[in-house]
């Protein structure tokens, strides 16, 4: 707003040039405080306020017409959990479950680590899952994505699906009042910064340094998929993205690890060619 009033008082609308060197400025000041997509956001409201004025006949002239603040987004790669980790960390909670039989919440935050672990589902949707979307009969789980999207994601894992029988065995009470496949201790849903909280506190206790989140857990199934052969259509699918472009981010992942492995293990490494046959 103190941008705009900048723009409009004394008689500036005018005065296209001069609006051009304040949007410009604006802009320049924009990249400095925010993130690339919060500045593409911006700007696309600025953009669209000047349509708006243009449309309405309260400018002369769109300072946008002729102003180029177009910029590529630089690609960021989604961060994953190594594998250790990962193991780490489900390891550490089924040594304290194997002491602590009775401890009804340890039992549930396995079952919900197992569960993001399981089919890389975004936090809200975990937190979000209803008592009926889980059929632990065919082990299929039903989730609502953005925009409220529908998709199936079968559970493949049987010690997982046995995990989750046992939870729900200890729990039936709490859900079916509740609604919710995931309780809290107070009978509530089990909401999405408290399954944060959740990850960060085994993961130290796991010993991993990290900071570990329930999304690069959705990160991680995507690009361990991958680089296990599976077809990107499929990850997609499981992981309900809208686009195959936003999937193949996962691909660049994939490809550093198999830049490694090629640097590390062709056979290539071990062969004496060219200078060091002649060695021989």
């Not at 910064?193 to 570990?212: E, F, N, P, W």
């Not at 199934?221 to 990850?235: F, K, N, P, W």
């Amino acid at each position: 707003m103190q941008f705009l009033g900048v723009l409009f008082c004394g008689g500036a609308v005018g005065e296209v040039q001069k609006e051009r060197w304040i949007i410009e400025e604006y802009i320049t000041q924009l990249h400095k405080i925010y993130k690339q997509k919060t500045v593409k956001r911006k700007i696309a409201s600025l953009r669209a306020f000047y349509n708006y004025l243009e449309e309405t006949e309260r400018l002369e002239e769109n300072p946008f017409r002729r102003l180029k603040v177009g910029f590529k987004e630089d690609v960021i790669l989604p961060r994953t959990i190594p594998r250790q980790d990962i193991e780490a960390i489900l390891n550490y909670m089924y040594r304290q479950r194997n002491a602590e039989r009775d401890n009804d919440r340890l039992l549930r935050d396995i079952a919900v680590v197992e569960m993001l672990f399981g089919t890389g589902a975004r936090v809200f949707e975990v937190s979000m899952l209803r008592k009926d979307a889980v059929d632990l009969e065919s082990g299929a789980i039903r989730f609502f994505g953005k925009g409220g999207k529908e998709r199936y994601v079968q559970l493949g894992e049987e010690s997982v699906i046995g995990i989750l029988r046992e939870y729900v065995g200890r729990n039936r009470g709490s859900i079916e009042r509740c609604g919710y496949f995931f309780v809290n201790r107070c009978g509530r849903r089990f909401r999405e910064q408290s399954i944060r909280d959740m990850l960060k506190k085994y993961a130290r206790a796991a010993g991993v340094q990290k900071t570990i989140t329930p999304h690069q857990f959705r990160h991680s199934v995507a690009t361990y998929l991958i680089e296990e052969g599976v077809d990107i259509s499929y990850v997609q699918q499981i992981l309900g993205h809208s686009s195959l472009r936003t999937t193949q981010l996962y691909l660049h992942i994939a490809t550093e690890k198999q830049a490694e492995i090629l640097r590390l293990k062709h056979p290539r490494k071990r062969m004496r060619i060219g200078e060091s046959a002649v060695m021989r």
